[in-house]
Nanobody
Framework: QVQLVESGGGSVQAGGSLRLSCATS????????MAWFRQATGKEREGVAH???????GYADFVKGRFTISQDNVKHTLYLQMDNLKPEDSAMYYC?????????????????????WGRGTQVSVST
């Protein structure tokens, strides 16, 4: 059974940093995509960053240059380093995964393509 558990959220001031973690268990796939999504109050969930088993990664335009996705395959953990945070980054952050060999580029931050989800960790950024 695949489980994803996020941690590392919290409250910071604008310009600050946070590092989110997503601990995985039961995740033994050779080919996969993992991603971070976020959902602010009253808004739809949106993709933030994705990575695959070869460490190829991509970002939504609104976080490029500020957020970095990475993974530790020994610790079975996904990370999201968030720097220069803005109030508009405030949201519940979720990690997600899917065991497929290939996703089209346009689908790699598509919520509907991901099968496994964590419960989220809250990030709040104040001015």
């Amino acid at each position: 059974q695949v489980q994803l558990v996020e941690s590392g959220g919290g409250s910071v001031q604008a310009g600050g940093s946070l590092r989110l973690s997503c601990a995985t268990s039961g995740f033994t796939f050779s080919h996969y995509y993992m991603a971070w999504f976020r959902q602010a109050t009253g808004k739809e969930r949106e993709g933030v960053a994705h990575i695959d088993e070869l460490d190829s990664h991509g970002y939504a335009d609104f976080v490029k240059g500020r957020f970095t996705i990475s993974q530790d395959n020994v610790k079975h953990t996904l990370y999201l380093q968030m720097d220069n945070l803005k109030p508009e980054d405030s949201a519940m952050y979720y990690c997600a995964a899917v065991d497929v060999r290939w996703l089209e580029a346009a689908d790699r931050l598509s919520e509907s393509k991901y099968l496994y989800w964590g419960r989220g960790t809250q990030v709040s950024v104040s001015t």
